[in-house]
């Protein structure tokens, strides 16, 4: 009955239309950009593009929960019966050393709600540029407000084909939501004041970036256990969508871990390829001037990933976890708010574009229950440890698993 809802669930975001609305990017262009009839923004044109790129980015490939099965299986040769392999249920955003088990099946559906809050330490809600001069009181104002939230379904299988060798894949659907305005005030020498805003808003459905994974089982040990994992990320969700990034990736993991009684650390060390990032031209600026460098084609970025954590079997029917999930995230833009300072007669806001490779960092903490037979109930939540990059807020996580 579960995964019939899921199904059904799935099936109704894709069935979503647009045919009388915008869409979440068009909307997110409309705010960042303006239009010909409307206010410009906060931003330039080179830092909305950089911070339209960010978004695009981080809110498409944003860590989603592992589809890593809760119960695994090996084959017994004395007893000649498939047993379980270790008492807990394993992490929800690692992957972990074992392998599902020849002939096994592991299912799952998981529904999280992220929303984004700030970029460069500065509320995506109150972006501000402005500049005022010295002679004649000119004062020219521009701000921007965005709301972005995502809500996905992530669907996942994993079966065994060997003892030691998995397959398997994971399916977002689910709908991107922008909101917001963009205003401009000017007031000039004679006095004149004018106001302009634009508001927009949209949202998108539709499937994500689907991934197809492989897990092999490389070492066996009473004290380590060790797998890698190949996964494949096929460019099904539309960029313009905010719903994929557009290209194809390919991230290869490494995994160790170790039982330790009722504790199992593990470890995630990867890489993804695919993409260039962000490619800036020249920084033709002079000293003590402001702009921005012009960004002339953006990719994806390739990553390198990595997550430290360890999940407890608190009792045979639950299992507690905890996780780092860090990113870093090369040839991207940082963005930083500058300002002259109010003592500056010639006073300049806005938000600075460099260049550069971002470190993003997450906390995540929950727990599988055991809710009878091979069912399985998860609960996460997924929190910032930094600042860097665009920065989500606390995002809740929920779930199904079973085992066949």
Do not use: C
């Amino acid at each position: 009955m579960a995964m019939r809802i899921v199904v059904l669930l799935v099936v109704s975001l894709l069935a979503g239309t647009e045919a009388h609305a915008q869409s979440a990017g068009e909307a997110l262009r409309a705010i960042l950009f303006g239009t010909e009839s409307g206010s410009t923004g906060a931003l330039t044109e080179n830092s909305s593009t950089a911070l339209y790129g960010l978004l695009l980015g981080e809110t498409t490939t944003f860590p989603i929960g592992s589809s890593a099965g809760g119960f695994t299986w090996v084959f017994d040769e004395n007893l000649q019966v498939p047993i379980r392999r270790t008492q807990s249920f394993g992490p929800m955003f690692a992957e972990r050393p074992f392998t599902t088990g020849k002939g096994r099946l592991n299912v799952g559906a998981v529904f999280q709600h992220t929303t984004f809050e700030s970029v460069g330490g500065q509320s995506l809600s109150d972006l501000e540029g402005s500049v005022s001069y010295r002679f004649g009181d000119e004062v020219y104002r521009f701000n921007s407000s965005l709301e972005v939230a995502i809500d996905r379904t992530i669907v996942s299988a994993s079966y065994g084909v060997h003892d030691r060798l998995d397959v398997g894949v994971i399916v977002p659907a689910g709908r991107a939501r922008v909101s917001g305005f963009n205003s401009g005030f000017q007031r000039t020498i004679a006095g004149v004041e004018q106001n302009d805003r634009l508001d927009s808003s949209g949202s998108s459905f539709g499937v994500g970036d689907i991934v197809v994974r492989t897990k092999a089982a490389l070492l066996s040990s009473d004290r380590l256990d060790a797998a890698a994992t190949v996964d494949f990320r096929l460019p099904t969700g539309d960029p313009e969508k905010l719903l994929g990034a557009g290209y194809a990736q390919t991230k290869v993991l490494f995994i160790a871990g170790s039982t330790l009684g009722s504790l199992t650390p593990h470890v995630n060390v990867g890489y993804t390829f695919g993409g260039s990032g962000m490619t800036f031209g020249a920084d033709n600026r002079w000293e003590g001037s402001f702009g921005d460098p012009e960004l002339i084609r953006r990719q994806p970025s390739q990553e390198f990933n990595y997550t430290l954590g360890v999940d407890m079997s608190a009792t045979p029917k639950l299992t507690i976890a905890g996780d780092v999930i860090g990113r870093v995230v090369k040839d991207t833009a940082i963005l930083t708010p500058f300002d002259s300072g109010a003592a500056d007669p010639d006073r300049v806001i806005f938000l600075e574009v460099t260049p550069g490779s971002v470190h993003l960092l997450l906390g995540a903490v929950g727990a599988k229950v055991n809710i009878g037979g091979s069912w399985l109930a998860t609960g996460t939540i997924l929190f910032p440890l930094n600042d860097n990059g665009v920065r989500p807020a606390m995002t809740p996580v929920i779930g199904f698993e079973r085992a066949f």
